[in-house]
């Protein structure tokens, strides 16, 4: 493996993209997995109270199971990355809007963990899968 930590296309640059796009698809993979597991009432929920159709709430899945997969194997990592950014963007309307401007017991920012996830799927985005993905560098499911 190549040592080079020069721009797009090098051995390290594709390691630093299997990194991030693997670490946020199994972190939010776990999410969509408690959410097979305990049901999706309290979104459900949520998402009625917005007057929306209580069906709608299963578009999380497609944010938190899915496109994590699709993440984790590198295809349609572009696609997959925003519907991460969309899912984390309603989950923030739907639930944390009144953390948005807090500091946490600890001193960190209210919504760390949420900003996190949304800037790391958005980095994703840009970036692509890189060459250690089932898309590849260039592949027409990158």
């Known amino acids: 493996m190549a040592t080079n930590t020069g721009g797009a296309g090098t051995s390290t640059s594709d390691l630093g993209r299997l ?4 670490t946020l698809g199994i972190l939010i993979l776990f999410h969509g ?14 998402v009625a109270k917005t007057g929306l159709p209580p069906q709608v709430a299963y578009l999380v899945l497609f944010g938190e199971v899915v496109a994590p997969v699709l993440l984790i194997v590198g295809a349609w990592t ?8 969309v899912n984390m963007i309603v989950a923030v309307l739907l639930v944390h809007t009144s953390q948005l401007f807090t500091m946490s017991k600890s001193g960190g920012y209210g919504l760390e963990l949420q900003a ?15 060459a250690f993905s089932l898309g590849g560098t260039r592949g027409r499911f990158n």
Do not use: E, I
């Open 78 to 85: 572009r696609l997959a990355a925003l519907l991460v950014v």
């Open 19 to 22: 990194v991030l796009r693997v």
């Open 116 to 130: 996190m996830y949304l800037f790391t799927a958005l980095a994703v985005a840009l970036l692509g899968a890189g």
């Open 33 to 46: 997995v408690a959410k097979l597991q305990g049901g999706l009432d309290v979104v459900t929920g949520m």
